[in-house]
């Protein structure tokens, strides 16, 4: 009796056979459905194309500023002329409302030294959203109000930036961002 009923649970029953079944069926399902998933998790080139942007800065003369749109948000590109970024490169940290640099292309530690801020002195480039509510600060098209420090005022509740993008006097606790960018050529960055 005793070997009857060993054996009797060694064998897989109707039921466990259910099971297996199942569960089999249930892998092979999760898997055709794994394949379209990570298919769709892997960008193509138009969703790539939209998240960067290439800039040709060649038209872009000494003291000029423009204004192009990336991810739906304006990025500043200033050519600064000499003097500009004389003024920034010696301003010292201790001088700055927020010492810290706001660049998502150097470490996060680092200072806001005019040297962490860019990628080549000659030009700055911000994300144009002032850090104290989201306005659009002025200062890129000619003639627009920069503010006390040569560089963006934003005129919700007066925050004046330098031509650093940093926040030197106003209501704004962080330098404009500085996003992710390089230079692909001479003249070209591509955001993003
Ligand atoms: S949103 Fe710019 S100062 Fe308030």
């Not at 590109?77 to 660049?103: F, Q, W």
Request: charged share 25%; glycine share 10%; aromatic share 6%.
């Amino acid at each position: 009796m005793g070997a009857t009923k060993d054996m009797h649970e060694a064998e897989p029953t109707r039921r466990d056979f259910i099971h297996i079944l199942a569960g089999t069926t249930a892998v092979v399902g999760a898997a055709g459905v794994a394949v379209p998933l990570i298919h769709q998790m892997n960008p193509d080139a138009s969703v790539l194309a939209l998240s960067t942007k290439e800039v040709d800065l060649s038209a872009l003369e000494v003291g000029q500023a423009i204004k192009v749109m990336w991810q739906g948000k304006p990025v500043f590109i200033r050519r600064r002329t000499a003097e500009e970024i004389k003024s920034v490169e010696e301003t010292p940290v201790s001088a700055l409302k927020d010492g810290k640099a706001r660049n998502a292309n150097v470490a996060a530690n680092d200072d806001a030294e005019d040297k962490n801020r860019v990628i080549k002195p000659d030009y700055i480039v911000v994300v144009g959203v002032c850090t104290h509510l989201g306005c659009v600060p002025l200062g890129t098209s000619q003639g627009e109000v920069r503010g006390d420090f040569g560089g963006w005022f934003c005129p919700c509740h007066g925050s004046h930036y330098d031509n650093a993008g940093r926040i030197r006097k106003g209501p704004a606790p962080e330098n404009l961002q500085v996003p992710k960018y390089q230079f692909v050529a001479d003249t070209t960055i591509r955001i993003g």
